[in-house]
C-alpha cells in the first residue's frame, strides 16, 4: 500500500511542475511587455543615392587655333592641369618686347634721378654761393661809398682853402682827382653788386629749369614704366588665358570632337569636369507620419535595392535636414552616410529604402497606441444620426 501512495504523490507532484512553466513564461513575457525599449522606425517611401557634384563648363576663352589638347572622355583630372591650349606665338613676341622696353626704362629712370638729386644739390650750392657773392659785392660798395664820403668832405674843406688862396694849385687838383676817383670806384662797386646779383639769378633760373626738365623726364619715364607694366601684366594674361587648365579635380565628363589644328571661337564648349562630392541619401517620407517625428541627428538605415541586406549588410546614417513642408505628397529627407557595407559600388542614384529610427517604446505601448488608432478610424467614419425635428427646433431656439 505504501508503494501506491509514493506513486500517487509523485504523479501529483508532476502535474503541479508543468502548471509552473507556463506560468513563469507568462511572467518572463510580462516583464519584457512591460519593461524592454523597442526601437520604432519610420519608413520612407523611397530613397536613393546621390553624389552631389559641381559641373564645370571649360570653354575656349579666345579665338584661336588649338596647338595642344589632353581633353579625353571620363580622364580623370586635376586642377590646374593643362586641357588645352591655343596658338599664342604673336603674343609670346608681344610679351618678349614689352618685358624688353620694361627693363630698359628701369635704368633710364635710375639715372634720371640721379642726376636730378646732384642738380637740386648744386642748386642749392649755386645759392649760397650767390648770396655769399652778394655779401662780398655789398661790402665793396659799402667800402667804396666810404671812401667817396671821405673824398668828397676832403674836396669841400680842400675847395674853401683854395678860394682863400691856402692850397696851392696841385694840391688842388689832387684832391678833386681823389674824389673823382672814389666816386669811380663807388659806381664800379655798385655796378659789381648788380653784376653778381644778376649772375646769382640766371644761374640759378638755369639750374632750376635743368631741375624741372630732368622732373618732367623722370615724369615720362614713369609713365613710360606703368604702361610697359600694364603692356606686359596684358599680355601675360592674354598669354594664360591660351593655355586652359582644370578648374577642378574630378572627371571629363562631356568633350568635343575638336583636334589640333582646328581654328575654335571664344565661347565654344571644348569639355566639362564633373568634381565629385559628397554622398548622401535623399528619402521622401509620408507627411502624415514624419512631421514632427523626423528630426536631424537620428539614426537611420538603408536598405539598398539589388543588394540582400542579410548578405551585405545596410548603409548606417543619420538624417541631416528635414523639410517643413511637404511637396508633391512627400516630405524630404537627407541623411549622411556614415558606413557604408563592403562590396557595395558607391554609384549615384542607387534606390532602396530608408528606415529612421525615431523612438524608443515599450510593447505595451506600441500595442495602447495601435489600439487608439484602431479605435479612432471607426469612430470617425461612423456617421451621426439624423436630427428628429423637435432637436432642429430646439436648436433654432424655439423652445
Request: no cysteine; charged share 30%.
Amino acid at each position: 500500500m505504501f508503494p501506491r501512495t509514493m506513486r500517487a504523490l509523485v504523479r501529483g507532484r508532476g502535474r503541479s511542475a508543468l502548471w509552473l512553466l507556463p506560468v513563469g513564461l507568462f511572467a518572463v513575457w510580462g516583464g519584457w511587455f512591460v519593461r524592454a525599449r523597442i526601437t520604432v522606425y519610420e519608413p520612407s517611401v523611397q530613397a536613393r543615392l546621390e553624389v552631389h557634384r559641381e559641373v564645370y563648363a571649360v570653354d575656349a576663352p579666345v579665338e584661336g587655333r588649338l596647338v595642344k589638347t589632353r581633353v579625353e572622355l571620363h580622364r580623370q583630372v586635376t586642377a590646374g592641369e593643362v586641357l588645352f591650349e591655343l596658338a599664342h606665338e604673336q603674343e609670346a613676341r608681344l610679351l618678349a618686347e614689352a618685358e624688353a622696353l620694361l627693363q630698359g626704362v628701369g635704368p633710364q629712370l635710375v639715372a634720371a634721378r640721379a642726376e636730378l638729386d646732384a642738380e637740386q644739390s648744386a642748386l642749392v650750392a649755386q645759392q649760397e654761393r650767390g648770396a655769399a657773392g652778394v655779401d662780398e659785392a655789398r661790402a665793396r660798395l659799402a667800402e667804396a661809398e666810404a671812401l667817396a664820403r671821405r673824398a668828397l668832405e676832403e674836396k669841400t674843406s680842400t675847395e674853401q682853402l683854395w678860394t682863400r688862396q691856402l692850397v696851392s694849385e696841385s694840391e688842388w687838383n689832387r684832391v678833386r682827382t681823389e674824389l673823382e676817383r672814389a666816386q669811380a670806384v663807388e659806381q664800379a662797386s655798385r655796378a659789381g653788386l648788380a653784376r653778381v646779383k644778376m649772375d646769382g639769378t640766371m644761374q640759378t633760373t638755369e639750374r632750376r629749369i635743368r631741375v624741372a626738365a630732368l622732373r618732367r623726364e623722370i615724369a615720362e619715364l614713369e609713365s613710360g614704366e606703368n604702361v610697359a607694366r600694364a603692356s606686359v601684366e596684358r599680355l601675360r594674361d592674354e598669354l594664360e588665358r591660351r593655355v586652359v587648365k582644370a578648374p577642378a579635380d574630378g572627371i571629363l565628363g562631356e568633350t568635343s570632337s575638336v583636334r589640333v589644328g582646328a581654328q575654335v571661337r571664344a565661347g565654344d564648349r571644348i569639355a566639362t569636369v564633373v568634381a565629385g562630392g559628397d554622398v548622401r541619401i535623399v528619402a521622401q517620407l509620408s507627411p502624415a507620419t514624419a512631421l514632427g517625428r523626423v528630426r536631424a541627428g537620428q539614426r537611420a538605415r538603408m536598405k539598398l535595392e539589388g543588394f540582400s541586406w542579410t548578405e551585405f549588410g545596410m548603409v548606417q546614417a543619420t538624417v541631416v535636414a528635414v523639410a517643413s513642408e511637404a511637396r508633391d505628397g512627400m516630405v524630404r529627407a537627407e541623411l549622411s552616410v556614415d558606413e557604408m557595407p563592403v562590396g557595395i559600388p558607391l554609384e549615384h542614384g542607387l534606390p532602396g529604402t530608408v528606415d529612421i529610427a525615431v523612438e524608443e517604446a515599450t510593447p505595451l505601448r506600441l500595442v495602447l497606441r495601435a489600439l487608439g488608432r484602431g479605435m479612432e478610424a471607426p469612430a470617425r467614419a461612423r456617421p451621426l444620426p439624423p436630427r428628429t425635428p423637435r432637436e432642429l427646433e430646439m436648436s433654432r431656439g424655439g423652445g
